[in-house]
């Protein structure tokens, strides 16, 4: 079989449709279209099948797609395996992150990066909803993305995933609101306070609907925005309270905002870093991966790859 048009099928299965296919490779869409055509004609099966305007894949296809993707890994390691001759790891690695994991990672992982002779590290902020993985991985090496900690995890045979922290999500205050005072907060205490969240479907979002699940408490939200330093700027204005990720938040050692815990329930965001099994094995890459890890470890003191724990580490940011 045609490794390109492997690549094809892959791209199908991820981007969703022949014409953003042919955008990302810089085909048309006829091309695109009498590629799939030949690889069906190679295996003998169909691959494809209408779908609204668009293709989906069969459960031929779905099958193929997820073997075409170990053949991938394969070629790339056998790729590696000659990069290893070179002393150091070479190369642009391309990243996509979510605006707040920028706020918390970015400038140490940058930092560290530079210290690795040969890599260059592109990075875009992009906001997605956990349902645009494949998509993003499809445009960048690394995606940096977050989820509720109750939703279910990303699952893709063609895809790795490693988890990097456990964010903890704690009620953000004015200093000067009445509950400021207590240490940790119980749900019930919250119940009339005016909430921002964030668009329904985003992880905070989700974290504030399974605590109403879990409890019966039902938050009054009063808006929705998905820029963390804007909620906080609301918070600190007294337009409601928020729940916010306790070492992306800048409270200005107290003095902007407060942040206490949630009494009685967990709630967190999941940090992970996906990839492509295909790009995995680059050795820039996996140069970029250690940095990340190391640069977590700096900034929260944990590593969920490896159960290590920093007490050294310096939080900065949560009250």
Not at 84 to 111: D, E, Q
Not at 208 to 219: A, E, I, Y
Not at 226 to 247: C, H, K, Q, Y
Not at 252 to 260: F, I, K, S, Y
Request: proline content about 5%; hydrophobic content about 45%; aromatic content about 2%.
């Amino acid at each position: 079989m045609d490794v390109q048009r492997l690549r094809i099928l892959r791209e199908l299965a991820d981007r969703g449709s022949v014409t953003a296919v042919a955008q990302a490779l810089s085909f048309t869409p006829s091309a695109i279209s009498q590629q799939l055509k030949a690889l069906a004609e190679e295996v003998g099966m169909t691959l494809t099948e209408p779908a609204g305007r668009g293709l989906r894949l069969t459960e031929a296809g779905q099958a193929l797609v997820a073997e075409a993707e170990h053949v991938l890994a394969a070629l790339t390691r056998a790729e590696a395996a000659v990069g290893r001759l070179r002393t150091v790891p070479h190369g642009i690695v391309r990243m996509a992150l979510f605006p707040s994991g920028a706020r918390l990672l970015l400038a140490g992982l940058l930092r560290r990066v530079a210290a690795i002779d040969g890599v260059e590290l592109q990075v875009k902020d992009v906001d997605r909803q956990p349902s645009a993985v494949a998509a993003l991985a499809a445009d960048f090496d690394l995606v940096l993305t977050h989820r509720d900690e109750h939703s279910e995890p990303f699952r893709s045979a063609r895809h790795r995933v490693l988890p990097l922290v456990r964010e903890p999500l704690d009620v953000a205050l004015p200093p000067r609101h009445p509950l400021a005072r207590h240490r940790r907060l119980r749900l019930d205490q919250l119940a009339d306070e005016p909430w921002i969240s964030v668009e329904v479907g985003w992880p905070v979002d989700d974290v504030l609907r399974s605590l109403t699940t879990l409890t019966g408490t039902r938050p009054r939200i009063v808006q929705r925005i998905n820029d963390f330093s804007v909620t906080e700027e609301l918070v600190a204005a007294g337009v409601g309270v928020a729940l916010l990720p306790r070492w992306s938040t800048d409270t200005r050692g107290g003095r902007r905002l407060v942040t206490r815990e949630l009494a009685g329930v967990k709630a967190a965001r999941l940090v992970e870093v996906v990839m492509r099994e295909s790009v995995a094995e680059r050795p820039a890459v996996r140069a970029v991966v250690g940095a990340l890890r190391e640069t977590v470890l700096a900034v929260t003191g944990t590593d969920l790859q490896t159960g290590r724990f920093d007490l050294g580490s310096r939080d900065t940011t949560a009250s």
